[in-house]
């Protein structure tokens, strides 16, 4: 009884935690304080970094979009070093880390799942409905690179790669933040596949993750394609200006393309 009241209780804590997190805002104080400008009244009246970068500046957009990421790496982190390492559980955590539930052994253990990776979704529900801003908050871009920062090298170098591919082709921070998403949430589910398929050796597990830190199982890949999809449709107005043609384009792109021409001659 006692350990099916903990798993009823640490996702909802997670979910909790990531939510209060997740809805912690950095942009509105900045806007009021220094530019004396609240940033949902003017532009796309998104709080987001890219709406606020376009109103502020690039190092603004950079600052906001590292404390949207963090939102989400915060929560994780902590519900993962709570639930791992407190010794509350005869003398252990309530669950064993990654590396000895890919391997198996998770026997003694109250919580045999990677419940952590609900305060992420927690996060997200935070991002787009801040509990301190009337519920209107960012598009979850920034939750969903949170959450890829933390998973793998692997999935972070591919997701970087397609963002930056995008970005340089079609100058869209909306676009190139979807296509990366899609291209994420794919590799999520190959990734969790052939982990829970027992495809990556386990003496590599170390190496191909951050360390026996996170479990990259379905758990993981559900979380990341809700995120993904919310994000998606969040970005819905982004779609449509750019079907119209109306959508604007970030225009450090083009700063650093003409300096590269400008160096090659």
Same mark, same amino acid.
């Given at each position: ?7 009823? $209780? ?11 997190? /997740?809805?912690?805002?950095?942009? #509105? ?18 709080? *987001?970094?890219?709406? %606020? ?7 603004w ?9 963090? @939102?989400t ?8 070093? =709570?639930?791992?390492?407190?010794? #509350?559980?005869?003398?252990? *955590?309530?669950m ?7 391997? *198996? ?6 919580? @045999?799942?990677?419940?952590? +990776?609900?305060? %992420? &979704? ?6 787009v409905?801040? &509990?301190? &801003? ?24 591919? *997701?970087?790669i397609?963002? =930056? ?23 999520? +589910? ?19 993750? +951050? /360390? ?30 750019? @079907? ?12 650093? $393309? ?8």
């Amino acid at each position: 009884m006692k350990i099916l009241l903990v798993n009823i $209780l640490a996702p909802i804590a997670c979910i909790l935690i990531g939510y209060i997190i /997740g809805s912690a805002n950095i942009s #509105i104080p900045i806007g009021k304080l220094i530019f004396k400008q609240d940033p949902r009244e003017y532009g796309s009246h998104n709080v *987001g970094a890219t709406n %606020c970068g376009r109103l502020w500046g690039r190092k603004w957009f950079w600052l906001i979009f590292l404390f949207d990421t963090l @939102k989400t790496i915060a929560p994780l982190y902590l519900c993962w070093s =709570l639930l791992t390492y407190v010794p #509350i559980h005869h003398g252990h *955590g309530l669950m064993p880390d990654a590396y000895n539930m890919y391997i *198996g052994n998770v026997d003694g253990f109250a919580i @045999k799942w990677p419940v952590y +990776w609900l305060a %992420c &979704l927690g996060a997200l529900f935070g991002n787009v409905f801040p &509990l301190f &801003l009337k519920f209107k908050g960012g598009k979850a871009a920034s939750t969903y690179l949170g959450l890829t920062f933390t998973t793998s090298w692997g999935l972070t170098t591919t *997701g970087v790669i397609t963002y =930056l591919i995008c970005i340089f082709k079609t100058k869209y921070v909306s676009f190139s933040s979807i296509i990366c998403g899609i291209e994420n949430a794919i590799a999520s +589910w190959v990734w969790a596949i052939l982990l829970m398929c027992k495809v990556i050796p386990a003496k590599m597990y170390w190496f191909i993750l +951050w /360390g026996p830190m996170f479990y990259c199982n379905y758990v993981f890949a559900i979380v990341m394609t809700i995120i993904v999809i919310v994000m998606v449709f969040r970005h819905h107005e982004n779609i449509a200006r750019i @079907k119209a043609g109306t959508e604007r384009k970030v225009q450090w792109v083009d700063q650093i $393309l003409h300096r590269n021409k400008q160096v090659e001659n």
